[in-house]
Every structure is written in C-alpha cells, then in structure tokens.
C-alpha cells in the first residue's frame, strides 16, 4: 500500500509542522514522527480507524491534538485531513 495526501491535506500537515517548530525545537519533527506512526499502522490494519462517512476513517494522534482523515481504495491511503480538534470538522468534507 501507499500514502498519498490531498493538496489540502499537505498544507495542513505543513502548517502544523510550522507551528510546532515555533513552539519548541524539534515539536514540528516529533509531530511529523507521530503522524508517520499513525499512518504505518493504517497501512498495517486499513480498517482501524473510526468511520467517519461512508469511505472515510479517523485515526487519533496520542500526543498532539489532530486525527488524520482518510480513504482506502484499492492499494492507496488518501489522507484527506490532517485535522486539529479544534477546527470545524466539515472543512474536509468535500475533498476526494
């Protein structure tokens, strides 16, 4: 399997990153690690997340306050959102 991300969804892990960097040195990296594990164990067992709608997953990060949304099809993983809790959830709605 293989992980691709929606444009929106790369600018929103960016973004996150970039904020996390300002927060402290090495956050933004320790952020991008959990969102790496997150994302091995959805290849590993695609069907862990939490369904959302139809298709689509959720996955809590345990450290940091984001679920990472996404879709299954066929052999590809496609991370719709990188979502912080705080955000309005139907931002990602409708993306695909």
Known sequence: MVVTYHEAAASELAEAVAFYNGRAEGLGEAFVAEVRAALAHVLAHPDIGTAVRT?????????????????VTGETVLVLAVMHHRRSPERWAERR
């Open 55 to 71: 298709a689509v997953r959720r996955v809590l990060l345990r450290r940091f306050p984001f679920s990472i949304l996404y879709d």
